[in-house]
């Protein structure tokens, strides 16, 4: 690992370093079409002002063309309508930096159109990088362009809990005239946003009496804890009210939403897809935006285990077409592939064709680009080791994980166990591993994937089904969630996380290592096909009929939840085996 190499270079490695294009999009800047064309604003009011001082603009701009090598678009920003998805969104993607002028529209006041461009941004499949600069002070933009994608949490304050804050304050009123104000004013936009971090930790804070809330702290210390979480409350529900109706928040739900965990420092936002850092323009006058960006990815503080990820997304983009060459290089194999391929009969056979290609891609691409990532991840370890050579406590700054935990340690592990042996499925029909529940429990399909491709055998028992795909299908038992070392060891269990929630599900009896799976022979109608959009199929399942005295078939909407990777769906199809051809002897 090279000396003197700190976390922080790893991530402008990964983040910093694979930027190669900026754009611009800032209504006070040259565009190639005004210079070209030597056009001069018509409208005095919105002249730009880089006609008399050119040089803000070159400082800017020769940070990224002659430090950075970097290419520079410029977008003025006149013609973005309220549609913004449907005029420059791929203009937007095509870089991989975006600087953002938040006063787009030259008017006083929040930077309304800017937040659009940043909102359809956060529902793009890529991930894109801005620095938003802003004429303002850096805090209230902060506020505005976080707001923008939260919603409000206190509209449920029940009545009485109103009076009961408003009957505290007016017996405050009555000692210090003039506090209701002063407390409103100390629980600001600002102090919100701190409060919104976790909401839940509001009796803590005041009880440690943290620095963002000593302001209405001083006007209130006489009450009881109690009466300063309801009034705090009650002031926080009345900003957001006020917030609502001048739309500061959003619209949509953004499922998980980052901001820095202190008042001071660098300020971003990560949301969905976008991570933004906040800049002030005479503070980009003295450090370059490009700096700025990396003091806020720093203080965002991403995981090792996005770092690493990250650095194979960016190799995949600086060495994807060397590395498509070296997959690609045997034109003799691909020929024959496409062969099969043309050849097929049916669209399930091409489909299965292209799935195998497809896998077979991926690992080599990612073969061709391992040597760069491994050496990044090995310097990182290093890294870590040599920093702070306690395991746990690194773990624990990194992930927020106290692993000298044991209940933290036991809920890691499960997370682990499941990720290693599920993940998401896929493919269009059913196969060897698939998870699906229905009827009220959790199956495993376990039949050969060479038996489960559709209209591929025609003869015996296959053929006789006509339509439906006949598969062997273990019951997975519910297990304890506090299993020792020995049982998950034992092969037979399973993780499977599920709604957000992992279960540990066991191949035969939990508590009887020696018994014998719950198996069935079940029929999928449509050949087991199904959509990749749902994955529901419906499953047919025969059982003895007391009161017909016959064999009966319910039918049952099943739909595959999980897929085994393929060891773990091998394992459990040998166990499997060996139990249909297990031997009873004789002995006494």
């Known amino acids: 690992m090279p000396d003197g190499i700190g976390y922080e270079q790893f991530i402008e490695d990964v983040y910093i370093n694979s930027i190669r294009s900026v754009l611009i999009i800032d209504d006070d800047y040259p565009t190639f079409q005004e210079v070209l064309s030597n056009e001069k604003r018509q409208d005095p009011s919105r002249a730009k002002s880089w006609h008399s001082q050119p040089e803000k603009v070159l400082n800017v701009v020769n940070h990224f063309r002659q430090k950075r090598n970097w290419l520079v678009d410029i977008h003025d920003g006149l013609n973005i309508p309220d549609e913004v998805e449907l005029s420059i969104a791929s203009h937007l993607y095509q870089s991989d930096l975006l600087i953002l002028d938040y006063q787009l529209e030259q008017e006083a006041g929040r930077g309304d159109l800017a937040i659009k461009v940043l909102h359809t941004l956060a529902q793009t499949p890529h991930f894109n990088m801005v620095v938003v600069h802003t004429g303002n002070d850096v805090l209230p933009t902060f506020s505005e362009v976080l707001l923008s994608f939260m919603q409000p949490i206190l509209g449920n304050f029940l009545e009485e ?82 917030l609502l109706n001048e739309n500061f928040f959003s619209q949509d739900t953004y499922e998980k939403v980052l901001w820095p965990n202190s008042g001071s420092g660098p300020k971003w936002v990560r949301v969905g897809n976008v991570f933004i850092a906040i800049a002030n323009k005479d503070e980009a006058e003295q450090t370059d935006l490009p700096t700025i960006l990396h003091q806020a990815l720093v203080d965002w503080n991403p995981m090792p285990s996005r770092l690493i990820l990250s650095k194979i997304r960016m190799e995949l983009e600086r060495n994807g077409v060397v590395a498509e060459d070296k997959v690609l290089d045997d034109p003799k194999l691909f020929a024959f592939w496409y062969k099969d391929l043309l050849s097929g009969k049916t669209d399930g056979a091409r489909f299965s064709e292209i799935r195998k290609i497809l896998q077979r891609h991926a690992i080599d691409l990612m073969q061709a680009i391992e040597n760069p990532v491994m050496e990044f991840s090995k310097n990182l370890i290093e890294f870590e080791l040599a920093e702070n050579g306690k395991v746990n406590g690194i773990v624990k700054t990194r992930f927020g994980v106290d692993l000298d935990n044991n209940d933290a340690e036991l809920e890691s592990a499960r997370a682990h166990n499941a990720y290693v042996c599920s993940h998401l499925p896929s493919g269009w029909h059913l196969n060897n591993g698939h ?67 992992i279960k540990n599900l066991s191949f035969n009896d939990p508590v009887d290592d020696r018994s014998n799976p719950h198996w069935y022979l079940l029929y999928a109608s449509n ?26 078939y319910s039918s ?31 002995f006494k």
């Open 161 to 242: 809990q109103r009076e009961r804050a408003e009957e505290i304050l007016e017996k405050l009123e009555d000692d210090n005239d003039g506090v209701s104000e002063k407390i409103s004013k100390s629980l600001n936009i600002q102090t919100y946003t701190i409060f919104r971090k976790n909401p839940k930790c509001l009796r803590q804070w005041i009880k440690d009496e943290v620095e963002f809330l000593c302001g209405a702290l001083a006007h209130c210390s006489e009450l009881k804890i109690g009466e300063k979480i309801l009034l705090f409350k009650y002031n926080f529900s009345k900003l957001e009210e006020k």
């Open 435 to 501: 998870v699906l529940s229905f009827d009220g429990h959790f199956w495993v399909c376990l039949s050969p994937s060479c038996d489960l491709v559709p209209k591929q055998k025609t003869g015996g028992h296959f053929g006789e089904m006509k339509g439906y795909m006949p598969f062997f299908a273990v019951r997975l038992y519910p297990a304890s969630q506090g299993l020792d070392q020995s049982d998950i060891n034992s092969n037979r269990f399973l993780f499977i996380e599920i709604g957000g929630e």
């Open 556 to 586: 049952h909407e099943a739909c595959v939840i999980k897929q085994l990777y393929p060891e773990y769906a091998i394992n459990l199809t040998q166990r499997l085996g060996q139990n249909f051809t297990r031997v009873g002897l004789g």
């Open 527 to 552: 050949d087991g096909e199904f959509s990749p959009n749902t994955m529901e199929l419906t499953v047919f399942k025969g059982r003895w009929c007391e009161e017909t005295n016959e064999l009966k």
